[in-house]
């Protein structure tokens, strides 16, 4: 479950962005891809229900491998 508060999205300008990429990831079907299975939202957040990622996130993957920085 991956949670993102509106107030960001709103604040950085990007609610509409997300909500296209949100509607985009709900149709993506690939083994490279985590798949998103639902998405709800209350008054205050929004909330994904995505695939569990077991190796964990691509950044962190990525570093390890000293593929990517920080920098």
Do not use: W
Not at 23 to 48: A, C, R, W
């Amino acid at each position: 479950m991956k949670i993102i508060k509106k107030k960001t999205l709103i604040d950085e300008k990007v609610d509409h962005q997300f909500a296209r990429e949100l509607k985009i990831q709900f149709f993506l079907n690939h083994p490279n891809i985590v798949s998103l299975y639902g998405f709800f939202d209350d008054e205050t957040n929004f909330y994904m229900m995505l695939e569990y990622a077991i190796d964990g996130h691509l950044f962190g993957i990525l570093k390890e491998q000293k593929r990517f920085t920080e920098e």
